[in-house]
């Protein structure tokens, strides 16, 4: 079984959900490499920093310091930091959204990706068509012409969550870093502004299909979750999320939903009625998660310096729900940090106690294919 690595993009706005994202992974993968990289804009604070460089096997770099590319924002920043780790000599290399959280092992899909060399992605709305005036960039980008075009359409996958297999498919990253840079959507002043698409993602699925490789597909309920967070009922059973019968791999509070540190998700959770379960193990990733802030300092003091954890907007409402959660009154956890595999809390209903439950699953099975090359 190939060992994954892991990487993420973020700023100081992301910080709270890269923390989430780096303690999903903490608990289902103890030992593997977890790259972050910030992007150019709203750099991280002095605290922040600190944190991320203090984990165990969590390697930070910089915009300015990640040597592929040109346009450092963060959209740019996925192309060329997935450029920049095929190098490493990985077989499988994993993007997980710093909005996103795994619930689950990915032994299949990591199976399914490196045996058959074929990038994987949740489904992303409808299989795309293309302009191929509007579209015409792509032919000299990626050494094809219209001929040599699929008469089918390709299915459009998510870059949220996205399983890319190394080396095979080391060419397309480095199209797909070049592609980022010249984009439709990059800075205004940039003189070369050619590839048209929306977001990395855009710009990734047009490769695929210029040069005709069909990519795995994934279910979006229960990986990326474009435009379906919190409308099915997820059920936390026996240390595992559950959604419509099958197991759930992933949550991302993206599309329609608020992100999961904003204080606009708690409404969004409350009326949904589908998600208490899922905010509980978010706050639980975030605080006393592997990778939590409660392993660096109590929480009164991270209290009292929430404006360098969280400096892009408020966050009182964090820490009233972590307690809630928890089931303690405010002066005996604001004095305390957990300690390292010390879970802490009342019950069921405990943010702390769901997680905790989750220890490293066993492999999920490999999800068929809807389509793949031939």
Same mark, same amino acid.
């Given at each position: 079984m190939a060992s994954p690595v892991f990487y993420t993009v973020t700023n100081n706005r992301y910080y709270a959900g890269t923390v989430a994202t780096l303690s999903s992974i903490r608990r289902f993968y103890r030992d593997e490499p977890i790259w972050v990289f910030p992007e150019c804009r709203n750099s991280l604070t002095k605290a922040q920093s600190e944190h991320l460089r203090s984990l165990e096997n969590v390697r930070l770099v910089p915009a300015a310091e990640? /040597?592929?590319?040109?346009?450092?924002?963060?959209? $740019?920043?996925? *192309?060329?930091?997935?450029?920049?780790l095929a190098g490493m000599g990985a077989e499988c290399i994993i993007q997980v959204d710093s909005d996103a959280v795994l619930c689950a092992r990915l032994d299949g899909i990591v199976e399914q990706v490196t045996s058959q060399r074929l990038p994987a992605g949740g489904k992303d709305g409808n299989d795309k068509t293309y302009d191929l005036v509007k579209h015409a960039p792509y032919y000299d980008l990626c050494q094809t012409t219209a001929k040599d075009l699929r008469a089918t359409t390709l299915p459009y996958i998510s870059t949220s969550i996205l399983f890319l297999p190394v080396p095979e498919i080391d060419e397309i990253l480095q199209l797909w870093s070049k592609g980022v840079d010249e984009a439709e959507f990059g800075p205004k002043e940039r003189k070369r502004r050619l590839y048209t698409g929306y977001s990395d993602q855009g710009i990734f699925n047009a490769i695929l299909y210029f040069k005709g490789i069909t990519p795995i597909v994934l279910d979006n309920n229960l990986v990326s979750q474009h435009w379906v967070h919190g409308r099915d009922k997820i059920e936390s059973r026996n240390g595992e999320f559950w959604n419509n019968g099958k197991p759930q791999i992933?949550? !991302?509070?993206?599309? !329609?939903?608020?992100?999961?540190?904003?204080? $606009?998700?708690? @409404? %969004?959770? *409350?009326?949904?009625?589908? &998600? #208490?379960?899922?905010?509980?193990?978010? +706050?639980?990733? +975030?605080?006393?998660?592997?990778?939590? +802030?409660? =392993? /660096?300092?109590? &929480? *009164?003091?991270? #209290?009292? =310096? $929430?404006?360098?954890? %969280?400096?892009?907007?408020?966050?009182? !409402? +964090?820490? =009233?729900?972590? =307690?809630?959660?928890?089931? %303690? *009154?405010?002066?005996?956890?604001? @004095? !305390?940090?957990?300690q390292a595999g010390l879970h802490h809390g009342n019950g069921n209903t405990s943010a702390a106690t769901v997680a905790a439950s989750f220890a490293p699953a066993p492999a999920s099975p490999a999800p068929a294919p809807l389509q793949r090359s031939p």
């Open positions: 990640l /040597t592929v590319g040109e346009v450092k924002e963060a959209w $740019q920043m996925k *192309a060329h930091s997935a450029c920049f992933a949550f !991302h509070s993206v599309g !329609h939903a608020p992100k999961f540190w904003m204080p $606009q998700y708690v @409404d %969004f959770m *409350a009326k949904s009625g589908n &998600l #208490e379960a899922v905010y509980q193990y978010w +706050l639980s990733n +975030l605080f006393d998660g592997p990778c939590g +802030l409660l =392993r /660096t300092a109590p &929480l *009164a003091l991270l #209290e009292q =310096r $929430q404006g360098e954890y %969280f400096p892009g907007g408020p966050a009182a !409402h +964090l820490f =009233r729900e972590y =307690r809630v959660r928890n089931g %303690f *009154a405010s002066d005996m956890i604001s @004095d !305390h940090a957990p």
